[in-house]
T-cell receptor, first 116, second 115 residues
Framework: GAVVSQHPSWVICKSGTSVKIECRSL??????MFWYRQFPKQSLMLMAT?????????EQGVEKDKFLINHASLTLSTLTVTSAHPEDSSFYIC????????????FGSGTQLSVL | GNSVTQMEGPVTLSEEAFLTINCTYT??????LFWYVQYPGEGLQLLLK?????DKGSNKGFEATYRKETTSFHLEKGSVQVSDSAVYFCALSPVSGGSNYKLTFGKGTLLTVNP
């Protein structure tokens, strides 16, 4: 089946540094990718919708200058957490819609970010 | 806004036991409803879905019926296996017809099945 690779699976960084998370669709082209965040014991919350070649659409309350999303190709979207702080520590998950359908959605295995 | 309330876990069962994971939702219009499963170390996978009221989604022995009158989409399986151990997420899309656009998720329920 379709595979979405998310990397890294976990990362620890110092406060004030930036962290980049990659989301790749390995065997299909993804016109749309989604980024979610999950705090402990909370729901996955949609952060932004990323369309190839255009600016991401952010959900209310998500700072676009802090969470930079780049969807430069049909197989890669990146999320950069800029100037990370301990409150950004969370589980980040990406998902991708194959080109031509909005009824299939494939998820990465997530990235656990811990900011010290 | 839309929301999904899911049974708190963790849930621990013995093999061949009956499973129910409750899920209720709040949404306007006619949402599509989903159950996703996440096995250890893997991404979420679609388990089943229902696109309109009274629809029953089923897959791998799991079933869930879209009940508009009770705004519920409870997940059931008659006889669980050790391999069913995973985290289960209930979700809705505000778009009818099965689209997974802008999913709203529940918190997830960890299921552990012991031999």
């Amino acid at each position: 089946g379709a595979v979405v690779s998310q990397h890294p699976s976990w990362v620890i960084c110092k406060s004030g540094t930036s962290v980049k998370i990659e989301c790749r669709s390995l065997d299909f082209q993804a016109t749309t990718m989604f980024w979610y965040r999950q705090f402990p014991k909370q729901s996955l919350m949609l952060m932004a919708t990323s369309n190839e070649g255009s600016k991401a659409t952010y959900e209310q309350g998500v700072e676009k200058d802090k969470f930079l999303i780049n969807h430069a190709s049909l197989t890669l979207s990146t999320l950069t957490v800029t100037s990370a702080h301990p409150e950004d520590s969370s589980f980040y998950i990406c998902s991708a819609n194959p080109r031509g359908t909005n009824e299939k959605l494939f998820f990465g295995s997530g990235t656990q970010l811990s900011v010290l | 806004g839309n929301s999904v309330t899911q049974m708190e876990g963790p849930v621990t069962l013995s093999e061949e036991a009956f499973l129910t994971i409750n899920c209720t939702y709040t949404a306007t219009g006619y949402p599509s409803l989903f159950w996703y499963v996440q096995y250890p170390g893997e991404g979420l996978q679609l388990l089943l879905k229902a696109t309109k009221a009274d629809d029953k989604g089923s897959n791998k022995g799991f079933e869930a019926t879209y009940r508009k009158e009770t705004t519920s989409f409870h997940l059931e399986k008659g006889s669980v296996q050790v391999s069913d151990s995973a985290v289960y997420f209930c979700a809705l899309s505000p778009v009818s017809g099965g689209s997974n656009y802008k999913l709203t998720f529940g918190k997830g329920t960890l299921l552990t099945v012991n031999p």
